[in-house]
């Protein structure tokens, strides 16, 4: 399962009751972050969840509403007690960001590796999450992710059986491990089923909506996606702003149904993001105006 | 007169009910700042003040919760449509921490000019206030601020009338101006009084006590020193830390006798500040546990 925290669903800038966006996940009691603005350790805090378990920071870019909080964010995870390394990863040029919040934030307890996406996609594995950044079209270079959580086969005991497998093998096997005894070699696939569907979810801001969201977002868990602009004229101005009006998240949204749809990244002049969701839920029904902590768990299908 | 606005009074860190100190003063329509960590931007909006006419930043030392605010700052700055040169203050290191800075935050509609504070003292003019800077011991290299705002000699009648001056330059010459007519000249010293004494405040944090603190702040209108420890047995701490406790901060009040001590920059763990004031009003009675956004207009004194 995933936790997944939503801690800030602001666009732009910090507003008093409105933290910027930044995603938390937690998986196996390790944790990756996905942007980290200004006031995201302070959203943290009001959260209740650890600083120390972080194991990667992923910035979709550069913008400062993206990044600005990291030389705070850094030191708090050092006062948690973290010692263990973070990885920061995003675009071409993250080395030199974090160069810039070493400069504001020297003494560390921990070691910060910096990792710069490379192409198009690029797949990485922290927290146990396998983690696919993919480039989306903002006014800079962007990448949105993908988050992916794989479960192994079913346990088929009548195969078991029949393969005459000793019943004190039937666990380690379930789990992946070979065993072996009298000179017979047992291994995981003698017994389980093909993979089966695991968890997913995609988090996709700031960008217009290019195809490739939808492809990514296909029936995932977890839809997060930007809501800049909700109220009616504003198609010029988001084109203009590489944005994406919470209209046209839906039609991403209608087109990869994922389970459900949570908007984030509002415009500070945008108050209400729920007065939208009535229009909004024609075009795709099961969306949510998020808002700042906007929390669930992602568990895998019972029967799939 | 001198509108002061305390933006925050926490150390050390931003807690989800108290940012980090932080000084904003206003001045005839113009502000200086002094210090910036994470999160001033969003107490300066919750304020209401303009972020448009601040003319300097000055920074007393840079740990993270004194500088990690100022790239989302500096962008607020420009979204609130600044365009005139804005300089920022600080020890020797100010040119790197703002390169840093830049990074962060690259696009800006106003000149940012860094500069170092040279030696002990230096004395900058900006907003129409005289601001010094003088060394203090902490940790690292450390400032604290005295702002002085002087006020002209009284205008005297009796002397304007001896002295023949025409009624129709009496008031420009209040003003500082030279008049001239029929080959005479008249000057302001004709008709002024000494210098009288204007308004002055000294913000001192991180620091140790040292007695240049209370000699700067002597006779000031508001004194705001450190209030990082004030339960019993800190004094240790204090010292190692290079912070001050607030029977310390009294004690330099009680030398300097301002006309108010305001605490600020608190320990996380202290949340009650205000419970330690009985005990402190026996070393300095003019004492307060100021809070976020304490606010107070310094005028010149009627009778002086």
């Known amino acids: 399962m995933i936790d997944v925290s939503l801690l800030g669903t602001g666009g732009m800038m910090p507003l008093p009751k409105r933290h910027v966006t930044s995603l938390l996940l937690r998986h196996n009691g390790a944790s990756v972050l996905i942007d980290c603005g200004e006031g995201t350790q302070i959203a943290l805090r009001k959260k209740g969840w650890s600083f120390k378990p972080i194991e990667a920071i992923f910035l979709t870019h550069f913008h400062a509403d993206h990044i600005a909080g990291l030389p705070g964010f850094l030191l708090t995870m050092g006062n948690a ?6 990885t920061i990863i995003g675009p071409k040029g993250t080395v030199r960001i974090v160069s810039a919040v070493r400069t504001l934030a020297p003494e560390l307890p921990f070691e910060v590796n910096a990792r710069e996406i490379e192409g198009n996609e690029e797949t990485f594995i922290f927290a146990g999450l396998t983690v696919t950044a993919f480039r989306v079209q903002h006014t800079i270079t962007c990448y949105a992710y993908k988050v992916e959580l ?41 017994v389980l089923g093909g993979e089966r569907k695991g968890i997913k979810l995609v988090y996709a801001t700031d960008t217009r909506p290019v195809p490739v969201i939808a492809e990514m977002a296909e029936g995932a868990d977890l839809f997060i996606c930007e809501g800049m602009y909700g109220e009616p004229g504003m198609d010029d101005k988001a084109r203009q702003n ?12 209608a087109k990869a149904q994922p389970e459900m749809l949570w908007f984030t990244h509002y415009s500070p002049s945008l108050m209400r993001p729920e007065q939208f969701m009535d229009e909004i839920r024609e075009i795709f029904p099961r969306a949510l105006a998020a808002r700042d902590g906007q929390e669930i768990t992602l568990t895998f299908k019972e029967d799939e």
């Not at 007690?81 to 973070?86: M, N």
């Not at 393969?163 to 789990?175: E, H, S, Y």
């Not at 590489?242 to 949204?253: F, I």
Request: proline letters at 8%; charged letters at 30%; glycine letters at 12%.
């Open 81 to 86: 007690g973290k010692t263990d390394p973070l």
């Open 150 to 190: 794989s479960r192994g086969g079913r346990f088929d005991p009548v195969r078991a059986r029949e393969a005459g497998i000793p019943l004190k093998f039937w666990n380690p096997l379930q789990k992946g491990q070979i065993c072996e005894e009298d000179g017979k070699t047992y291994t995981p696939d003698m």
């Open 242 to 253: 590489r944005h994406m009006t919470m209209q046209e998240g839906a039609a991403l949204a």
